[in-house]
């Protein structure tokens, strides 16, 4: 269970509540996404919800092109480990990879 977001008390009037989630590895190749409420406290009131959308905004990079690809077989190749950089400003959101092949064009 995450905790997406938890929006502002209402009165009988429309809250806009907007959250970013971050995929963590326990949810990895998820399928499918379902969207579960719950008012604390307050098991008895109805509640509303309309325009729930979810959009995908980034992930990790399936395959790099390098721009120079002269020597790159004689530096790297199947096996070799590189370090991609993060996305984020948080150091710790590096990712180690593994070269699976690399092609004439620079493609690793």
């Not at 326990?26 to 307050?42: H, M, N, P």
Request: hydrophobic share 35%; net charge negative.
């Amino acid at each position: 269970e995450h905790t997406i977001v938890t929006c502002s008390p209402s009165s009988n009037e429309w809250v806009h509540c907007t959250s970013k989630i971050r995929l963590e590895e326990d949810t990895v190749g998820a399928s499918s996404v379902f969207l579960y409420t719950r008012v604390l406290g307050d098991d008895t009131s109805d509640l509303d919800i309309a325009d729930v959308s979810m959009t995908y905004h980034g992930g990790r990079a399936a395959s790099l092109v390098l721009e120079d690809p002269s020597g790159v077989s004689e530096c790297w190749g199947p096996g070799a480990e590189i370090i991609v950089t993060s996305h984020t400003i948080q150091h710790e959101d590096t990712q180690l990879a593994v070269i699976d092949s690399v092609d004439a064009s620079g493609a690793i």
